[in-house]
């Protein structure tokens, strides 16, 4: 849904993210990744 100023926005009143990729697949704009890229690359120490 569009919130002020036109940019994308999220009511989590309508309803919760089930993380279901489906806002992803219809957004045109690039902000997000593709699911099979690593969040980030740094890793810890076991």
Do not use: H, L, Q
């Amino acid at each position: 849904m569009k919130g002020s100023g036109g940019y994308p926005s999220i009511d989590f009143e309508k309803g919760e993210c089930t993380f279901c990729e489906g806002c992803a697949s219809v957004c045109p704009e690039p902000i997000f990744r593709a699911t099979d890229e690593a969040p980030w690359e740094i890793k810890g120490y076991n």
